[in-house]
Nanobody, 124 residues
Framework: QVQLVESGGGLVQAGGSLRLSCAASGRTFSSVGMGWFRQAPGKEREVVATINWKGSMTYYANSVKGRFTISRDNAKNTVYLQMNSLKPEDTAVYYC?????????????????WGQGTQVTVSS
């Protein structure tokens, strides 16, 4: 079993920055891929960014490429999402996920564990 706890969400003006953190416990964090997904009201959950087990490979959705950066610190069992140049359309609940294997997966079905989510609201 893996427990994931997100933090760092909040309200920010357009153009601002936030850094999300996800602390993991309960399993060998350093051996699995991690990801961030988001879900806006009335929309389906979508992938934002994912990272492989050692942080050497990443994936970004086109909508966030160049603005968001995913990273991980295996010594701290923590994955981060640095979000810059935020836009109102980035408003959503952001979820941290832990995969069932070591790679960076882009499908939600590849992730076995989910955090409770943290709200990010970007005002115009």
């Amino acid at each position: 079993q893996v427990q994931l706890v997100e933090s760092g969400g909040g309200l920010v003006q357009a153009g601002g920055s936030l850094r999300l953190s996800c602390a993991a416990s309960g399993r060998t964090f350093s051996s699995v891929g991690m990801g961030w997904f988001r879900q806006a009201p009335g929309k389906e959950r979508e992938v934002v960014a994912t990272i492989n087990w050692k942080g050497s490979m990443t994936y970004y959705a086109n909508s966030v490429k160049g603005r968001f950066t995913i990273s991980r610190d295996n010594a701290k069992n923590t994955v981060y999402l640095q979000m810059n140049s935020l836009k109102p359309e980035d408003t959503a609940v952001y979820y941290c996920t832990a995969g069932s294997g070591p790679f960076y997966y882009t499908s939600a079905s590849a992730y076995a564990y989910w955090g409770q989510g943290t709200q990010v609201t970007v005002s115009s």
